[in-house]
């Protein structure tokens, strides 16, 4: 089968998930800037051990061979590692994206020594600086540190996953430099205005010129390097990128958030893109094969306001996350439109008016009461 009519097969959504996301907590112990759930406090609605164990049934049921573990900090969940090794005992392999914070070197040799696991860590710059300035103080040091770890205990080939902004555009060389020195895999993804990220966005996105640099720099790096096809738009500059030229969204990804409600795609924590509860009547798999959200998402697409853009088989109109958070229609151009078709769309969205993530588990900013000094 070609790529092209895989690409086709999977717009009308698959039997089961190819890559389901599952956010096991939004407690964190970081706070960044561009967070695309908002995590930082635990909800009390979280599904418990027993209920996490129902929903593994349910994946391994519908084949599905691995998911996405993420958080909040899933590793603050005292049953992180029971979680993940019912799921490996049910041969559903994990991958599970941490800030290392708790990747000890105890906890280094355990992880190396499970089958089926992969490790994501992130860091946002190749300096304390760059990193710090987004992922919080200390932050850079420590996923340094679990790295270090991680390459002391043998664990193999693990990933280092980076949110390309403004900021580091330039430092993408650098990136696969540390991958490289740890054997390691570089995984660089788009950010997105999702949860803390919506009001970052602005400040923090590549610009267009930026956008090319990035584009130049995948179509020279890209075997090598994962990216989660989130680059898809920048196909309308010309040679496409490796990886599915599509939006998966309620396709063949999906999310689990921590309280069990599915979303259509990680990045769309919104009322508008829920499609369920893994607590309803039948489950995950009577969401991911009956809900209406889901079955309208796998009906054939219109071109919308891009009919007649020439590059738009090339992009596929780009992010629907990224359009619903910046306020532009689901139809229309994506904002970071590399032929700029989105520039004056933007500047009509009235301020105040982009719909916002479904809910906000940030910590509270702490003020600081002490008097000021005396002068």
Known sequence: MSAESLVSQMKFGLDAPICLTWELTYACNLQCIHC??????????ELSTA???????????????????????????????????YSIANQIGVKFSTNGAFIDRPKSQQLASMDYLDIQLSIDGV??????????????????????NLAEAGFG???????????????LDGFKAIADSYGAQLRVTR????????????????????????????LAN???????????????????????????AGRVVCLIDPIGDVYACPFVIHDQFKAGSVRDEGGFAKVW???????SLREPESAGACSSCGSYDACQGGCMAAKFFTGLPLDGPDPECVIGNAESQLLKVPAGIAPKPAMDHSKPVTIS????ASV
């Open 369 to 372: 009461r002490r008097k000021p």
């Open 289 to 295: 094969k009956q809900s209406e959200l889901f079955l």
């Open 127 to 148: 300096d304390a600086a760059t990193n710090d300035a987004v992922r919080g103080e200390g932050s850079y040091a420590m996923a340094r540190r679990a790295m270090d």
């Open 51 to 85: 209920e996490a164990k129902r929903v593994l049934d349910e994946l391994r049921d519908l084949q599905v061979f691995y998911i996405n573990i993420g958080g909040g900090e899933p590793m603050i969940r005292r049953d992180f590692f029971e979680i993940v090794e």
């Open 36 to 45: 695309l759930s908002s995590s930082g406090q635990r909800d009390s609605r």
């Open 191 to 218: 950010l997105r205005p999702s949860g803390r990220g919506a009001d970052s966005w602005h400040d923090l996105h590549p610009t267009n010129a930026q956008q090319m640099q990035i584009y130049q720099w995948l």
């Open 222 to 248: 890209g075997e090598n390097v994962l990216t989660g096809d989130s680059f898809f738009h920048l196909n309308a500059l010309g040679a496409p990128l490796p990886g599915l030229n599509m939006c998966g």
């Open 157 to 171: 080939p693990f990933k280092i996953s980076v949110v390309v902004t403004r900021h580091n555009v330039d430092q």
